[in-house]
């Protein structure tokens, strides 16, 4: 079964404090791997997509790397503004037209 | 640019009452989706259009549900008799062209059913 699980379910930082969020895969055929940030009541904002390993991709203090059987986000040096959830998705060909997503990383940075 | 805009945000339906929520996509995108998000869970998809073509629909939970995009555009998600377990937010999202292409989401429908 397809499956997507991201670690940790909560992070606290203080600002400036680097870490990694970790998404973990087992698909059959991954077409693409996508990061979501989702703001509370809003709906999930496109980060980036990575389609295969070794592939990686920034975004101010965000980087997206991508691995045969999972995905890192590193935050580095990270704002209060960069607290949010932080979602994780595949697109695979044995799930057809779905994306699937994990439960997300709720980040909360403070100052 | 305008991104994908839902109505209403926010519902409250009785049980047993129908109600429809709608979606805009992105204009010129092909791809239509519905997801259903759980309170402290991802999105999980209910169906796919491809203009306005349902070509996947597998993961809508019940025969209650019900989506259309009759003119390739603005799609309708209908939930007939509606159950507590319904109570979710709903999330539209829409893409360029195919399946692998980037989604992007709507604000959603925050669904409550008393």
């Known amino acids: 079964e397809d499956q997507v699980t991201q670690s940790p379910e909560a992070l606290r930082l203080q600002e400036g404090e680097s870490s990694s969020l970790n998404c973990s895969y087992t698909?059959?055929?991954?077409?693409?791997l996508f990061w979501y940030r989702q703001d509370p009541g809003k709906g999930p904002e496109f980060l980036f997509t990575?389609?295969?390993a070794g592939e990686e991709k920034e975004k101010e203090r965000l980087k997206a790397t991508l691995t045969k059987k999972e995905s890192f986000l590193h935050i580095t040096a990270p704002k209060p503004e960069d607290s949010a959830t932080y979602l994780c998705?595949?697109?695979?060909?044995?799930?057809?037209?779905?994306?699937?997503f994990g439960k997300g990383t709720t980040l909360s940075v403070s100052s | 640019g305008a991104g994908v805009s839902q109505s209403p945000r926010y519902k409250v339906a009785k049980r047993g009452q129908d109600v429809a929520l709608r979606c805009d996509p992105i204009?010129?995108?092909?791809?239509l989706f519905w997801y259903q998000q759980a309170l402290g869970q991802g999105p999980e998809f209910l169906t796919y259009f491809q203009n306005e073509a349902q070509l996947d629909k597998s993961g809508l939970p019940s025969d209650r549900f019900f989506a259309e995009r009759p003119e390739g555009s603005v799609s309708t998600l209908k939930i007939q008799r509606t159950q507590q377990e319904d109570s979710a937010v709903y999330l539209c999202a829409s893409g360029l062209a195919g399946i692998t292409d980037t989604q992007y989401f709507g604000p959603g429908t925050r669904l409550t059913v008393l």
């Open positions: 204009s010129g995108h092909v791809s």
């Open positions: 998705a595949v697109s695979a060909n044995q799930a057809g037209t779905a994306l699937i």
């Open positions: 698909v059959s055929g991954l077409r693409g």
């Open positions: 990575l389609y295969s």
